[in-house]
């Protein structure tokens, strides 16, 4: 049996830290009647690991998207009848174009598709609006080519059917596991809590071009020994910025810059933080949650209905574009450890519900390699523990 697994789309953000897991567990649990294809970005993390010669073929992606669709239509075409592929998997994107013979299973977290009424499209540029809009074009074509496509949670299972006029009997609901490089930390909470971390990039639908707003908001409190910890690099996220003129004395003083953390390295953002902060528009379901559940750090996050759907009471809920509203609610949490220890030990409860890495890791094969009778316990697993999931937070509220 022949199997690619397409990890194409996977450049940065937290869809490195999963991909890097499961191609852990993938190098594990090899089987000797099974040869295992890779198709990797020529761009990013995965692309340092070395994977060239551990399988049985490894192909690059090419960053530019005119050679990438020349790459995908053309060579990888003829690489597929070549080398007998049965079965691909494409880890978080649209899917790749495939004989119809070949069973194509897709995990998507593209949020930009589902959400056509999130703040993000009133803040993005012209440009990003007219390029994303027409991605999403072909994202949703290629999409409605797949064998079934596996989503984290319930709310994009409705959502990404209703965007792509899909069965939802075809949209299987597996929810993630946190990254294996992250753990407990070993700290003794302290007053007040003013290490704020922020582990992004600076898409704009990240919206960490409100934090300079957000600052000026707790400075004009009163408060003036606080720390935005970013994982992006300095200049990059000046580049970033909507407002032109941000003070100099305010970046340096409130603004540590960790720059672009490995997967395996994840833990030093951690052990610089008090708080983790997420002020996204836009998610699927983000690893920020579910390794601050891991680490015992309290969140902070968007009040978002795909945020609420996964935290739960396990987050303290702000609107992101209102930098007084954010700012009020991090001085709160920042003072009353009694809230931070409520928020951790819901954060914990949350956690026992996802599946171990092993288990996803095995029920996403199950379902690529089309067991039926294995198949049908999977989908009857995957839709208990969902509800259980979704009933734990319709009770929170």
């Known amino acids: 049996m022949n199997v690619l ?9 937290g869809g490195v830290q999963l ?10 649990q090899k ?83 589902c959400y056509p009424e999130s703040d993000y499209w009133n803040y993005a540029s012209m440009g990003d609006r007219i390029y994303i809009k027409l991605l999403n074009i072909l994202r949703r074509n290629r999409l409605k080519k797949a064998s079934l496509i596996i989503t984290e949670t319930t709310v994009m299972q409705a959502r990404l059917a209703q965007s792509i006029r899909w069965p939802m009997e075809k949209i299987l609901v597996i929810p993630p596991t946190p990254s294996l490089y992250v753990e407990p930390l070993r700290l003794q909470r302290r007053l007040p809590s003013r290490r704020f971390l922020f582990i992004s990039g600076t898409n704009s639908h990240k919206n960490l071009w ?3 707003a957000i600052a000026e908001c707790m400075l004009a409190r009163g408060i003036e020994e606080f720390m935005f910890v970013l994982t992006c690099r300095r200049d990059s996220y000046i580049k970033s910025l909507k407002t032109p003129l941000i003070s100099e004395g305010l970046i340096v003083r409130h603004f ?52 609420r759907n996964i935290c739960a009471d396990s987050a303290l809920y702000v609107d992101p574009h209102r930098p007084d509203d954010v700012a009020e609610h991090l001085i709160r949490i920042s003072e009353d450890l009694c809230l931070q220890d409520r928020l951790v030990k819901a954060g914990g409860e949350r956690l026992s519900l996802l599946p171990s890495p092993q288990n996803r890791f095995s029920r996403i094969m199950t379902v690529l390699l089309g067991n039926e009778e294995e198949l049908d316990n999977d989908i009857h697993l995957a839709r208990h523990e969902t509800l259980t999931i ?8």
């Not at 009848?81 to 119809?100: D, N």
């Not at 559940?293 to 309290?298: A, G, N, S, Y």
């Open 390 to 397: 979704t009933k734990s937070h319709a009770n929170a509220r």
């Open 210 to 212: 409100r934090l300079p």
């Open 31 to 113: 089987a000797t009647d099974i040869k295992i294809f890779l198709v990797i970005p020529e761009v990013g993390e995965l692309s340092k690991l070395g994977l060239q010669g551990k399988y049985s073929g490894v192909f690059v992606s090419p960053n530019s998207f005119i050679q990438r669709f020349v790459f995908e239509y053309g060579c990888l075409q003829q690489l597929i009848r070549l080398h007998e592929i049965q079965h691909i998997f494409t880890f978080f994107g649209s899917g790749l174009p495939h004989p119809q013979n070949v069973r194509s299973v897709v995990t998507v977290a593209y949020p930009v598709i």
């Open 5 to 13: 697994f397409d990890f194409g789309a996977i450049k940065t953000g």
């Open 256 to 307: 540590t810059f960790l720059g672009s953390v490995p997967p395996q390295r994840i833990m030093e953002a951690y052990s610089q933080a008090d708080i983790v902060v997420s002020l996204s528009d836009l998610e699927s379901f983000s690893n920020n949650y579910m390794e601050a559940w891991v680490v015992k750090l309290p969140l902070v996050v968007s009040n978002r209905d795909f945020a």
């Open 19 to 28: 991909a890097v897991n499961f191609l852990s567990l993938l190098d594990r």
